[in-house]
């Protein structure tokens, strides 16, 4: 078992930043990726970005040039800078890691609210 916590959530101007964390516990060994997805209200949940094992990145054509995700190996975190953000990224984010048994795991959350 793997235990996902999100922080970081919160309100922000348009233009704000923020950062997002997800703390990994547990089973982590057998995890080969962790990212963020994303789901706005009336949305389906949407992939931000995720990292590899090996330190490869992928990010949604949305957030290219303006997210950079990242990991601390040391502290088993993973996180999400976010910059020049706009109303759309308004949603919950959640982390998610998924394990070589096939098991997909998630946190609970976190809101990321973009509003003047």
């Known amino acids: 078992q793997v235990q996902l916590v999100e922080s970081g959530g919160g309100l922000v101007q348009p233009g704000g930043s923020l950062r997002l964390a997800c703390a990994a516990s547990g089973s982590i060994c057998s995890i080969y990726a962790m990212g963020w997805y994303r789901q706005a209200p009336g949305n389906q949940r949407e992939l931000v970005a995720f990292?590899?094992?090996?330190?490869?990145?992928n990010y949604a054509d949305s957030v290219k040039g303006r997210f950079t995700i990242s990991r601390d190996n040391a502290k088993n975190t993973v996180y999400l800078q976010m910059n020049s953000l706009k109303p759309e990224d308004t949603a919950v984010y959640y982390c998610?890691?998924?394990?070589?048994?096939?098991?997909?795991?998630w946190g609970k959350g976190t809101l990321v609210t973009v509003s003047s």
């Open positions: 990292i590899t094992s090996t330190g490869s990145t």
């Open positions: 998610h890691a998924p394990d070589r048994g096939g098991m997909h795991y």
